[in-house]
């Protein structure tokens, strides 16, 4: 069973958003999304103060089995990138709620899509 | 858990990566029972493998040696890959690839009519392979004295039988080790041995990263029906001599042995951030066209690694098109990597030997 911590929100995609108390949120992808794709080799991160969409490509991670896109599950501007995942991939199969995490998004003004309640996301999780 | 030839095996039993590295610098062990092992039986078996497979079992002269061989079709594509080893009283132990078994079966079984020749598969068996710089101690310190000298006493691609155990020294990784053919009812009492003393389990994963650096082709990916074994980086396991040996293909092959085949298979290196995968394209400027058979991430090498089969007049480098990006590739002679050791450039050589490529 894969880890799902009750206080993030998930977007069916796969991936992970934490708000956070200035406003600004933290993307990742999941813990089922990182054992699904075994152990990441590469991880494409983007450009600080690149403007995303909800739902636009922003990543992409590599495993010794495939490569993935990765979408923002809201749309807002890149604060930071974490550049730690440029030498140690692994860091996503070890930790993908902590030290694997992508991305800080400012996230637009504006009405937030509807994301997944920890419980929402385990039964996506469960269909595969 | 895949389905690998209509068997149930694991990818990986934690990491691949850790499990990769376990193999290039300690011991790993794979359950590989899916293999067919088929044992012949007749007075002619030799006569009848020596028409059957391109490479020539008259070379195996002592019983227990083992030789590499494709099996062709008259037009000279690669039915399968195998090995076979010469046992006693002129009878040889074969061992196919599962997902081509009952293929294969049919195939020998019918070429062996004419010579009398019985086709007896060994499902009775399964196969455990022990890779690694340890792998040969470890196994050895589970023996029976006599058992552990006379497989320690091995050399590389050769086998002995002992009691109900056949133990050869041969493998799939690159690196040195022993494949074990045992009971079914012993291999896991064997495999709890292994990893009690630290032998880590490998999966399917690992044994795909493996080969590919050991530059071994995957039947299947880098070889098939449709391709022959000059233009599969294979023609060393043709034994064209002597001349009059007409084994099944042979006719075929020898018009494209004397004009050189217009295709091979080479290695690809490429240094950018990305992963190489089977059939992604090749472009080689000027020559033409081919495609990835086997592409993976060397976790040795730290970046990715391909088989692809190119034009024969392929240069130094090519362009893969990876996921819609054109990125240069450098072409290199396989194998990749040996008992641990890095063997081809790790950066362009052209860039000069200072020029760092990872980020």
């Known amino acids: 069973m894969s880890d799902i911590p009750a206080d993030l929100k998930y977007a069916r995609s796969h991936e992970w958003l934490r708000q956070l108390p200035d406003g600004t949120v933290e993307v990742g992808i999941s813990d089922h999304a990182q054992e699904s794709l075994g152990d990441l080799v590469f991880v494409e991160v983007p450009e600080v103060g690149r403007t995303l969409a909800a739902g636009e490509a922003f990543a992409v991670v590599e495993s010794v089995k495939a490569a993935s896109d990765v979408y923002s599950p809201v749309a807002g501007t890149v604060l930071a990138v974490n550049s730690k995942l440029a030498t140690a991939p692994e860091l996503i199969n070890k930790a993908p709620y902590g030290d694997g995490w992508l991305m800080k998004l400012k996230p637009a003004a504006g009405a937030p899509p509807a994301l997944l309640s920890a419980a929402e996301y385990a039964r996506v999780a469960d269909e595969g | 858990m895949v389905d690998f030839g209509g068997w149930d095996m694991p990818l990986n039993y934690g990491s691949q990566i850790e499990e990769h590295h376990a193999v290039r610098r300690t011991a790993g062990v794979f359950d590989v029972s899916h293999m067919c092992v088929a044992d012949t039986s007749g007075a002619r078996s030799e006569e009848f493998l020596r028409q059957l497979l391109a490479n020539d079992v008259a070379r195996l002269t002592d019983a227990g040696q083992a030789l590499y061989s494709c099996m062709l079709n008259p037009a ?14 002129g009878q040889f132990r074969l061992v196919v690839n599962a997902g081509t078994r009952d293929k294969d079966l049919a195939w020998m079984r019918t070429a062996a009519g004419p010579f009398d020749v019985q086709i007896s598969e060994r499902s009775d068996l399964a196969m455990l392979a022990v890779q690694g710089p340890q792998a040969r101690a470890q196994l050895a310190a589970l023996l029976p004295a006599a058992a552990a000298d006379a497989a320690l006493a091995l050399p590389g691609f050769c086998g002995t039988q002992q009691g109900e155990w056949f133990i050869a020294r041969t493998g799939y990784t690159g690196e040195d080790g022993f494949e074990v053919m045992l009971p079914n009812g012993a291999a896991v009492e064997l495999w709890r041995q292994l990893n009690a003393r630290g032998v880590r389990s490998c999966g399917l994963g690992a044994r795909d990263t493996l080969r590919l650096e050991a530059g071994m082709n995957l039947y299947g990916s880098d070889m098939t029906e449709s391709t022959h074994p000059l233009e599969s980086g294979l023609g ?13 293909g042979r006719a075929a092959l020898e018009p494209i042995r004397r004009s050189g085949s217009p295709r091979r298979l080479v290695g690809l290196v490429l240094d950018e951030r990305a992963v190489m995968r089977s059939h992604q394209a090749v472009a080689v400027p000027g020559v033409g066209a081919g495609e990835i058979t086997s592409g993976s991430f060397s976790p040795t090498m730290g970046r990715s690694i391909a088989l692809a089969r190119v034009p024969a007049a392929t240069g130094a480098t090519v362009t893969v098109d990876v996921r819609g990006k054109p990125l240069p590739a450098r072409v290199v002679k396989p194998p990749f990597v040996r008992h641990g050791r890095v063997l081809v450039p790790l950066e362009n050589q052209q860039q000069g030997q200072g020029a760092a490529v990872h980020e």
């Open chain 2, 76 to 89: 000279g594509g690669i039915l399968d890959d195998l090995i076979v080893y010469r046992r006693h009283a």
């Open chain 2, 236 to 248: 060393w396991t043709i034994a064209w001599d002597p001349p009059q040996r007409q084994f099944t």
